[in-house]
């Protein structure tokens, strides 16, 4: 599958290639620390990933890391899991998120936007002092470095402040989404066991109020470490008993005081679950993500202070981190808190016009709902400000590349990025200075040696093989929360070729050196860029007494589309009536989360196993994306292999 004489979509201009940063950025380290000054950013990234340790020391010079005590050396292991970077160095995050405060107080760091897409600016010198204030008043509850921070927030500046107060004081973060039920919040803080709990009494989204005060104090029930609440009302309730007021915590006039801690100190805790078990608790670090989102947002995303900055994005996915990490390049964010789609399905196009947004980020599946429902952006709104429009969450198709640039702009930058949750970052995507074919991502991150592999661990060119990055990277977990001993964190990534990160996507590094996503080759559920793991789908069902069993499978289409069936095993004499179909679906929409609401509920005979018991989610896809049942599964590993019959009749009438 040679791509090699394909022409591009998108060219940039000589003019624009001079301007990039990573253009400045590539001559300074020519000068400085021996990058190639020629080869463009071929040349680039094969210096980043051979001098992986001369890189990262210029990556930290350019944007002027603060240690505030220098480190020992860049990289004091190199072995994966376990690489140890910048040790014997400190630093704080929140005090360069919050650089721009001091030269640029009275312009815009954030920009609210609510449905009724009016934007709301918070200046630096506003989001400094409640920042300081905030951080002030958690010294004062008694929060310590390496204590946990809960948020179950909507993305809105609340959310932001909180955030960067808890860094601050060196506190590690975690938050979840309100429309987030209350076991799926649970099994994610219960793991971390926070002692403060921001929360909201409620959220709009849709034109609607949604209440959350029920799941509040049930999560102040089921959380016994925390030792204070604070209320945001959202929706103008009273702070319910004993909890502490928002107000009355970020009023102060406080200048922020940054504790300064070591280069692996925690941030945050994000989740991304597996197929069993509970979701995993992923500890990544604040130097690491520091050095990483630096490298990320200013040279391949571009961006710097006269940027504004808007991805569509939940507090319960790693976007909202990237998004926020905005703020680090002196850029402006733009917060928006509601639905993707209202009032209409443009509505986040109205959203970009009206804040000018110049980096608008959105999920492949809103391009395709656009393309499908007859959007036209460019004739509808003044898009002139955006120069980029990324996607991520799923691979997005070349209709959907074909349609931005016949719908926005035939000059604009399309950067489909594609990452993880358990990196906090971009793997490949956005690079300025190259050029865009229809459903390529445009090359490998800098840093980052990412490779096609086959299963004997020898690297492809134009065949699909599994997405490997073989040198470590500093915003890899640190560890995982609760995994003592780092077993789950090994064989999360580490299993299947020892000492080599394996995702678990399937990619085509093609021979010019842009890189095609296949979509997920493990079962996680990838639902919107939001990645929830099938045991908190079975969970939910099967509390139900008319649910004996249940198998939820997701698929990735080749429109761009996700089809999540979930497969009902029946209690007997029970029947999937309307009634039922509707308890079901109530139950994941308001345990789990409204995103995971199956798109089918089918009955089916049986659910099959292997011989250990394990519900073989992988094969079944593979089923129902056409493989034959002797390539999708080991016969004898099954528990009742007649089961299958049902998954490869389905896939023939689908097909």
């Not at 400190?90 to 815009?108: F, G, K, V």
């Not at 209440?211 to 309730?237: F, K, M, S």
């Not at 959105?362 to 709902?369: G, I, L, P, Q």
Request: charged share 20%; aromatic share 10%.
């Amino acid at each position: 599958m040679s791509t090699a004489n394909a022409l591009p979509l998108w060219q940039p201009d000589p003019e624009r290639i001079a301007r990039a940063r990573i253009t400045e950025f590539q001559s300074w380290a020519a000068r400085h620390h021996g990058a190639p000054a020629e080869g463009g950013y071929a040349a680039l990234h094969r210096w980043s990933v051979e001098e992986l340790e001369t890189f990262w020391t210029a990556v930290a010079q350019w944007f002027d890391v603060r240690f505030s005590t220098p480190p020992d050396r860049v990289l004091a292991d190199r072995s994966m899991p376990g690489a140890q970077w910048f040790p014997g160095a400190t630093l704080n995050y929140a005090e360069h998120a919050l650089r721009a405060a001091a030269d640029r107080p009275d312009a815009p760091a954030l920009l609210h936007v609510d449905e009724t897409h009016e934007p709301r600016p918070v200046t630096w010198a506003e989001l400094s002092r409640q920042v300081g204030s905030l951080a002030a008043e958690l010294r004062a509850l008694g929060v310590r470095p390496g204590d946990r921070v809960s948020g179950y927030l909507p993305n809105v500046p609340q959310a932001v402040v909180a955030f960067l107060a808890t860094a601050a004081v060196g506190g590690v973060w975690t938050s979840c989404a309100p429309d987030f039920g209350a076991r799926s919040v649970l099994d994610r803080f219960q793991q971390v066991e926070p002692v403060v709990l921001f929360t909201v009494d409620g959220y709009r989204y849709g034109g609607k109020e949604h209440d959350r005060r029920d799941v509040v104090a049930e999560l102040r029930r089921e959380l016994p470490t925390l030792r204070a609440v604070v209320h945001i009302p959202l929706l103008g309730t009273d702070a319910p008993d004993g909890a502490l007021d928002w107000s009355s915590l970020t009023s102060a006039d406080t200048e922020p005081v940054f504790d300064q801690v070591p280069f692996d100190h925690p941030l945050w805790v994000l989740y991304s679950s597996g197929t069993t078990g509970l979701p995993k608790a992923i500890v990544q670090s604040q130097g690491g993500i520091l050095l990483e989102h630096l490298k990320q947002l200013g040279l391949h995303c571009d961006l710097g202070p006269e940027d504004r900055f808007f991805w569509y994005t939940s507090t319960g996915w790693m976007m909202w981190n990237f998004l926020v990490s905005g703020l680090l390049t002196g850029t402006t964010i733009v917060l928006y808190d509601g639905s993707p789609g209202y009032p209409d399905t443009a509505a986040q196009w109205r959203i970009a016009e009206r804040t000018g947004a110049t980096l608008y980020g959105t999920s492949a599946a809103y391009v395709m709902a656009c393309r499908k429902a007859g959007v036209h952006p460019a004739r509808d709104f003044d898009l002139s400000a955006v120069q980029c429009v990324a996607t991520t969450g799923s691979p997005l198709p070349p209709d959907g590349f074909q349609w931005l640039h016949d719908e926005v702009r035939d000059d604009l930058w399309i950067a489909s990025v594609s990452g993880g949750t358990d990196v906090c970052s971009c793997f490949a995507g956005a690079v300025p200075t190259l050029p865009v074919h229809v459903g390529e991502l445009q090359a490998p991150c800098l840093g980052t040696d990412l490779q096609s592999w086959d299963p004997a661990g020898r690297p492809l060119t134009d065949e699909v093989g599994e997405l490997v990055v073989t040198n470590p990277m500093p915003s890899m977990p640190v560890h995982f929360w609760n995994d003592p001993d780092g077993s789950r964190y090994h064989d999360s990534y580490f299993d299947v070729y020892p000492g080599v990160w394996r995702h678990g996507d399937w990619i085509t590094v093609t021979s010019r050196g842009s890189v095609i996503i296949h979509g997920r080759s493990d079962s996680t559920l990838n639902r919107q860029g939001v990645r929830m793991g099938s045991a908190d789908i079975y969970e939910a069902v099967e509390r139900l007494p008319e649910i004996r069993e249940s198998l939820v499978i997701g698929i990735e289409q080749p429109d761009g589309g996700y089809w999540m069936p979930l497969f009902v095993h029946l209690a007997p004499g029970a029947t999937l009536d309307d009634a039922l179909l509707d308890r079901i679906k109530q139950t994941i929409r308001r345990e789990v989360s409204p995103r995971h609401v199956p798109d089918e509920v089918i009955e089916v005979p049986g659910i099959p196993h292997t011989l250990t018991g394990k519900r073989i989610e992988v094969p079944v896809k593979r089923l129902l994306q056409g493989t034959p049942l002797e390539k999708a599964v080991n016969p004898g590993s099954i528990d009742d292999l007649g089961l299958l019959a049902f998954y490869e009749d389905l896939a023939r009438k689908r097909a």
